[in-house]
């Protein structure tokens, strides 16, 4: 049986089936990750290898999905420039001190082997899952990274980042520099501890206007996928963020392999237009999952018919699992994927 992600990456045109994996598969949804997320803070989890592993194969082995994300979070590349983050429940991720001048910039320094306990956990999944799961490592983008740091916590609009880039835009570009700098040398790590594919999460770059997101999001992404190649790391690279459905083409430019779209996005009309061998990834609303058997089996299905057998094609969804999915609905979407024949192109 072969790893259908890498199949579907490599060569679309003979691959039948769609592989599937959901953004948040391992987290509160699940009684398995709940009973050990009892007895540990979140953080403790990410950072101990033992625990991260095991969290990151707990959805492998319910539902078989084709790839394994590696558990840990976004933000901790800003805790390896040395920011002070906790999460604390209902709030989420909070710095206490966030970022907001030149003098807080100018502080930010690599704490050396930080993340050398993620490594470890990529290696501890490695060897646990079968060959038939592709192991994808990830990073947060900077753009995205940086408005954590600067906004201090989960924020809708980003007043804090957006005034800074306005008023400072050197200030904030050395910021997203900086980030840059780490998340270039973390993804370098998870490829030499073998993962097979990496994602980059830009999840609110909705925020932007397209000269922003040109400037500040796709930019940096560019640097980074260009940085890794240079280092020898030949992984497809993934890029994520609500509203990928509009600022695609700049992505296809930065040199991705894979657009993951947010379910606001029409897969058909961005494959008339992408160039061939651009790879798509998403795009089910997750609200769906809390719909009926046949609701999703009619959406998968439509989602799947709407981009064509030579284009790579990885089935997720718009944006992360909620913490109260049914366990139920997220087989349907499995089983619903995995019931898809995908027409095989003949040449
Ligand atoms: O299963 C997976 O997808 C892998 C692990 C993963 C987590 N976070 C675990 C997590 C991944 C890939 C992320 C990425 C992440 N983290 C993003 C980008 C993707 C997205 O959802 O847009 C962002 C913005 C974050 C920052 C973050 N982490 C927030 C805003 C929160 C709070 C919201 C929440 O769900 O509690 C987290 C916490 C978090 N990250 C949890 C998990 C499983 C929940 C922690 C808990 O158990 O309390």
């Given at each position: 049986?072969?790893?259908?992600?890498?199949?579907?990456?490599?060569?679309?045109?003979?691959?039948?089936?769609?592989?599937?994996?959901?953004?948040?598969?391992a987290g509160?949804?699940?009684?398995?990750?709940?009973?050990?997320?009892?007895?540990h803070d979140f953080l403790d989890m990410v950072y101990t290898p033992a625990i991260a592993a095991e969290v990151t194969c707990?959805?492998?082995?319910?539902?078989?999905?084709?790839a394994a994300i590696l558990f840990s979070d976004i933000l901790v590349t800003a805790q390896a420039l040395g920011m002070?983050l906790?999460f604390?429940?209902?709030?989420?991720p909070?710095?206490?001190?966030?970022?907001?001048?030149?003098?807080?910039?100018?502080?930010?320094?690599v704490v050396s082997g930080w993340l050398d306990p993620i490594y470890e956990t990529v290696e501890r999944v490695i060897s646990r899952v079968?060959?038939?799961?592709?192991v994808i490592g990830f990073a947060g983008a900077?753009?995205?990274v940086?408005?954590?740091?600067?906004?201090?916590?989960?924020?809708?609009?980003?007043?804090?980042?957006?005034?800074?880039?306005?008023?400072?835009?050197?200030?904030?570009?050395?910021?997203?520099?900086?980030i840059?700098d780490v998340t270039i040398a973390y993804l370098v790590g998870q490829c030499r501890a073998g993962v097979q594919a990496l994602q980059l999460f830009?999840?609110?770059?909705?925020?932007?206007?397209?000269?922003?997101?040109?400037?500040?999001?796709?930019?940096?992404?560019?640097?980074i996928?260009?940085?890794l190649?240079?280092?020898?790391c030949?992984q497809?690279?993934?890029?994520?963020?609500?509203?990928?459905?509009?600022?695609?083409?700049?992505?296809?430019?930065?040199?991705?392999?894979?657009?993951?779209?947010?379910?606001?996005?029409?897969?058909?009309?961005?494959?008339?237009?992408?160039?061939?061998?651009?790879?798509?990834?998403?795009?089910?609303?997750?609200?769906?999952?809390?719909?009926?058997?046949?609701?999703?089996?009619?959406?998968?299905?439509?989602?799947?018919?709407?981009?064509?057998?030579?284009?790579?094609?990885?089935?997720?969804?718009?944006?992360?699992?909620?913490?109260?999915?049914?366990?139920?609905?997220?087989?349907?979407?499995?089983?619903?994927?995995?019931?898809?024949?995908?027409?095989?192109?003949?040449?």
């Open positions: 049986m072969s790893n259908w992600y890498r199949h579907m990456l490599q060569s679309p045109e003979t691959a039948s089936r769609i592989p599937v994996w959901m953004m948040r598969q509160r949804y699940l009684p398995e990750y709940r009973a050990i997320r009892q007895q707990q959805p492998i082995e319910r539902y078989g999905f084709d002070a906790r604390s429940d209902g709030v989420g909070q710095f206490d001190i966030p970022i907001r001048t030149g003098d807080d910039v100018a502080r930010l320094q079968s060959p038939q799961t592709a900077p753009f995205t940086a408005s954590y740091m600067i906004e201090g916590r989960s924020s809708a609009q980003l007043p804090h980042t957006k005034r800074l880039m306005m008023t400072d835009t050197r200030l904030f570009e050395t910021l997203l520099d900086h840059t830009d999840t609110w770059i909705g925020t932007l206007d397209w000269p922003s997101c040109e400037r500040f999001s796709a930019h940096y992404i560019a640097r996928v260009r940085a190649r240079e280092q020898g030949d497809p690279i993934t890029v994520f963020g609500k509203q990928t459905s509009v600022f695609y083409p700049l992505y296809e430019a930065a040199g991705v392999d894979v657009i993951s779209v947010d379910w606001n996005g029409d897969l058909g009309r961005m494959d008339a237009v992408l160039r061939r061998g651009m790879g798509l990834q998403g795009n089910l609303d997750p609200h769906y999952l809390y719909g009926s058997k046949s609701q999703i089996q009619a959406r998968v299905q439509a989602i799947c018919e709407s981009v064509p057998s030579h284009r790579p094609f990885i089935f997720n969804l718009g944006h992360g699992l909620m913490p109260d999915i049914p366990t139920d609905a997220v087989q349907w979407v499995v089983d619903a994927v995995r019931a898809y024949q995908r027409p095989v192109v003949t040449v």
